[in-house]
């Protein structure tokens, strides 16, 4: 009898082979003045439109009849500036940086290097594939025929991760020396960014809503994070990830589609609601500036296609999924915002932007191309069901 298959509604985007690579403009990187040859400074106009449920957790719980749903109920609350709910800034710079960072050779920032997990001959217990199991010495493999699963730590290699080291800031030395293009441009731990957001407020009445459940959601496995060999065992038994797989980016999944018992009601903003948001950006680089452009996934060029942006929690359920629209885009020129109180930018035409996008696309160290079809290509995948799931 052939093993259940298993589900599939995530893939990984592969990381640049040869590591992280250097901002493109370390000079660029200051606040103390606005620079002019060369870069731009100025902000983007942005309409979002929440294409599924779109929930923003507040870490904080509310009564139902309070947030505008059926009475009686306890609900996960959504973020919200003076009653009202928002998407906040740091959630959509957030989710455009981890967009950015796959079409860019940049850092992986900080990430988990080790776990502890279960491992059991019970598929349905263990945590680690029974694939690993069988390859365990057979007092191993005695251990996890018991009726209690016992546990193994999982960690990183750390060969597998040195090439993609996080980026930290010098106080020694200028800090702008060894930055990646992430890094360089939404900032680092000790280093301001250069781009950032206004909270996304609701344009409008808000869509009529229900009550929305989701099955509880968990911090991915590390031992999914790449291939895995025994590395040690005795007292201490270890697995290792031996090489990371990339990151990972969601198939097409639309809520409904992952068969799941909903468990946790949630407070959220529903299907067609419609949002408005600013996107501020200072000393970029024409090519900077067309690769956020690119990872808010309103443009394409002649060879690379478009991604959808995703933002909040519940997107392994398919909650999440913002359609984005660029209204404007508008540059403060000269020294007119350091002077002027009443600046007024001045609008770039579409072609513009588009040219900003191919430049992007044409920069060899700044774009990974490769990143960029390999995310139009997982997110246009369709959730494939496990047999019989």
């Not at 099955?215 to 040690?232: E, V």
């Amino acid at each position: 009898m052939s093993p259940r298959k298993s589900p599939e509604w995530y893939d990984f985007v592969p990381l640049p082979p040869g590591g992280k690579g250097p901002a493109p403009d370390p000079e660029g990187v200051t606040h103390d003045r606005y620079l002019q040859e060369g870069h731009l400074t100025g902000y983007l106009e942005l309409t979002l439109e929440a294409v599924s449920p779109i929930h923003v957790g507040s870490g904080v719980v509310e009564l139902s009849e309070d947030v505008g749903q059926v009475e009686g109920k306890v609900v996960k609350g959504m973020a919200r500036v003076r009653g009202q709910p928002v998407i906040p800034a740091t959630s959509l710079k957030g989710a455009l940086r981890s967009r950015y960072e796959m079409i860019t050779p940049s850092c992986l920032g900080p990430i988990r290097t080790r776990a502890v997990e279960r491992y059991s001959d019970n598929p349905r217990r263990s945590e680690l594939p029974r694939k690993l199991i069988r390859q365990m010495p057979s007092e191993l493999q005695r251990r996890a025929k018991g009726r209690y699963p016992p546990r193994i730590t999982v960690e990183v290699a750390p060969e597998a991760i040195r090439p993609w080291q996080p980026c930290r800031p010098s106080k020694k030395k200028d800090p702008r020396s060894g930055l990646c293009p992430a890094c360089a441009l939404f900032g680092a731990e000790g280093l301001q960014g250069r781009v950032w957001f206004d909270d996304a407020r609701v344009i409008g009445k808000i869509p009529s809503r229900g009550s929305l459940r989701i099955a509880s959601l968990y911090q991915p496995r590390l031992h999914r994070a790449g291939p895995l060999t025994l590395h040690g065992w005795g007292r201490r038994t270890v697995v290792r990830v031996r090489e990371l797989k990339g990151r990972k980016a969601y198939y097409r999944v639309q809520l409904g589609d992952v068969p799941t018992k909903g468990n946790v009601p949630l407070d959220y903003l529903p299907r067609g609601t419609r949002l408005r948001t600013r996107l501020h950006f200072r000393n970029v680089t024409p090519a900077e500036l067309g690769g956020l452009i690119a990872a808010l996934g309103i443009v394409k060029t002649r060879d690379l296609d478009r991604f959808p942006f995703r933002v909040g929690g519940g997107k392994p359920v398919g909650l999440g999924y913002l359609e984005v629209t660029l209204r404007g885009l508008y540059l403060f020129e000269g020294d007119d915002p350091w002077l002027a109180f009443d600046a007024q930018p001045r609008p770039v035409d579409r072609e513009t932007i588009t040219g900003w996008v191919e430049a992007f696309a044409r920069n060899e160290t700044l774009c990974y191309k490769e990143g960029w079809r390999a995310l139009s290509e997982i997110t246009r995948r369709d959730y494939q069901p496990g047999e019989g799931g």
